[in-house]
């Protein structure tokens, strides 16, 4: 959430980055503006009737400890205190409404992007930052991961069907245990470069939603349970920095890294077709997020090496991949700045997105009230980072892909210690 203050000071700036994000409201920011003017004089007149009234109060007090009685309680029932009363009654009960508006109003817009994020509506506006690996030659029989899935009893997508719906896969055999492999490696890196595991509650609240910012702008793409007013995860980067709501750190807390693997639940499995079959989009998938804690003088290079984090993970799992700094109207609606990575699928011959890392700044905490004391002992917002290290979904399938051989599919190597075998066959 942007603050009022900024919004006030920078109005210019702020049309500014919000067209560049495509934001197709920008007559909010004078609403806003003149919201909190309002506020502002409605509160400078609640405290100077306050005033008065601490002064009528101080007055009643003295004519009591002087035995004056009457005289208090004259001046407690007056025409002109009763009228001050309804004053700050009647003032308080209008700013409440007004501050309601206010906050309604500023929900409503999205995180600034970064003054690198390059203008465009679509993701075919992306800037490619580099590319890396060599994309493999397949023969032209090569089979696509749903074939291949099929062929050596990995996933079972229509049992899938049978006990929840589409885009819930079942994963048997070798595809389990390569899903649980994965997972594994992905903590264990992540432990490596100095992230704290958690274990998460896979159900999360409004108010845990709204410090994130899935809510109110994703409602309609999370799984609701209505009986509880819960929702489903959509990633544990909810949950994770949830942990940090209200939270007041110190300096020398920082940076903040935890790291954590939860199934991820998502409503929009997108359109039928290629470009959604098999494990391209799921409704429920496994994945293992990574979040920083930062201060806000830092959060950028942070970025850098959460970015060149996922990446290692890429190249040691040998996956030819290229990074994307998202273009403005690609953005989501939190995100300041956006580092997209994508693995290329040699059986389908495309781009498929398995990592995006992003920087808050402090459009998160301001939400969450997540602070830190600075070296003055004064409090402000801290920067929030996360990435997806990895998602697995979209990993298998290159990896069931790009691996095939006429003797079977190769495991990679820093695999093998984890699922105990190199081949499926």
């Not at 002087?66 to 700013?95: M, P, V, W, Y």
């Not at 793409?221 to 949830?242: K, R, S």
């Not at 470009?275 to 806000?296: A, S």
Request: proline residues 5%.
């Amino acid at each position: 959430m942007l603050q009022v203050s900024y919004i006030r000071d920078n109005r210019e700036q702020v049309l500014e980055r919000l067209a560049v994000k495509n934001f197709k409201q920008p007559q909010l920011v004078d609403e806003i503006i003149q919201l909190d003017e309002k506020r502002r004089q409605v509160q400078s007149m609640l405290d100077a009737l306050k005033a008065s009234d601490n002064l009528v109060s101080k007055r009643i007090g003295e004519f009591m400890r002087e035995g004056k009685k009457a005289e208090a309680d004259n001046l407690k029932t007056s025409e002109a205190n009763q009228g001050l009363k309804e004053d700050i009654k009647r003032n308080s009960e209008f700013l409440s409404a007004t501050e309601d508006e206010l906050q309604q109003k500023i929900v409503l817009l999205p995180n600034l992007p970064h003054s690198s994020v390059p203008l465009g509506t679509t993701p075919e506006e992306n800037e490619v930052v580099l590319e890396n690996g060599a994309k493999p030659n397949l023969p032209t029989d090569a089979l696509p991961h749903w074939e291949l899935a099929t062929k050596y009893n990995l996933i079972d997508f229509e049992l899938g069907v049978k006990i929840t719906g589409a885009g819930f896969p079942v994963y048997k055999g070798k595809g389990a245990k390569l899903q649980r492999a994965l997972i594994a490696y992905f903590l264990d890196e992540a432990e490596k470069a100095g992230y704290s595991e958690v274990m998460l509650p896979l159900l999360v609240n409004e108010a845990s939603g709204f410090g994130t910012g899935q809510l109110p702008d994703k409602e309609g793409q999370m799984y609701f349970v209505g009986q509880d007013n819960l929702y489903l995860i959509p990633t544990a980067e909810v949950p994770i920095t949830n942990l940090y709501r209200d939270v007041i750190l110190k300096a020398d807390e920082l940076p903040v890294k935890n790291c954590g693997y939860t199934p991820c639940f998502r409503r929009e499995a997108g359109s039928y077709g290629a470009h959604v079959r098999g494990l391209n989009r799921l409704h429920q998938f496994d994945k293992v997020e990574i979040v920083q804690v930062v201060h806000p003088d830092t959060s950028y290079e942070v970025l850098e090496g959460m970015s060149a984090h996922v990446q290692s993970l890429l190249q040691n799992l040998g996956l030819p991949y290229r990074v994307l700094r998202l273009c403005g109207g690609d953005m989501s609606f939190t995100a300041a700045l956006t580092y997209d990575m994508e693995t290329w699928s040699a059986a389908q011959q495309r781009w498929l997105e398995v990592s995006s890392v992003s920087n808050f700044e402090t459009f998160q905490s301001n939400r969450l009230k997540l602070r830190f004391r600075n070296s003055e002992g004064k409090t402000q917002l801290a920067h929030t980072l996360n990435g997806s290290a990895l998602a697995l979904p979209r990993i298998v399938a290159t990896l069931l892909e790009n691996n095939q051989t006429e003797r079977g599919i190769k495991i990679p190597e820093v695999l093998v210690p984890y699922t105990k075998f190199e081949w499926i066959n």
